[in-house]
């Protein structure tokens, strides 16, 4: 199963946070965080010009500011590689504020549980 790393260091944008492993066989790209930003609703689309074919890290910079998002525009968009970014192509979007209030409520989430957890564990000694 894959997590958040609460202990990850970099950057908020950085895909890693996400991809932290238990150890177990399971499938990045079935976290819950990728089949969250699948079901969030679609800010817009964008037609790719010329100029953005094959980065995807130049549509994250004109949609967020930032290059490290270019990973959120492949997954939502199911696209694995760079050369699938093609010109002309219409690529859908989520906004970054919905991005990044999934990101901070599954923060929340994680440390209510893991405080029940620590409770539960200090009630069973």
Known sequence: MFYM???FKGDRFDMS??????GSSRDPL???FFMELMDTPKEGELILSPD??????LISYSL?????????LAIYNSRIRYD?????????YPALASI??????????IKKEDCLARRVQGMQQ
Do not use: C, Q
Not at 52 to 57: K, L, N
Not at 67 to 72: H, R
């Open 5 to 7: 790393d609460l202990n």
């Open 17 to 22: 946070k996400y991809m932290e492993s238990d």
């Open 30 to 32: 079935t976290s819950d």
């Open 52 to 57: 953005m074919e094959h980065r995807p890290d």
């Open 64 to 72: 967020y500011g930032t290059t490290k998002l270019w990973w959120v």
């Open 84 to 92: 699938e970014f093609i010109s002309g192509d219409r690529i859908a």
């Open 100 to 109: 990044e209030e999934y990101y901070f409520t599954a923060l929340r989430k």
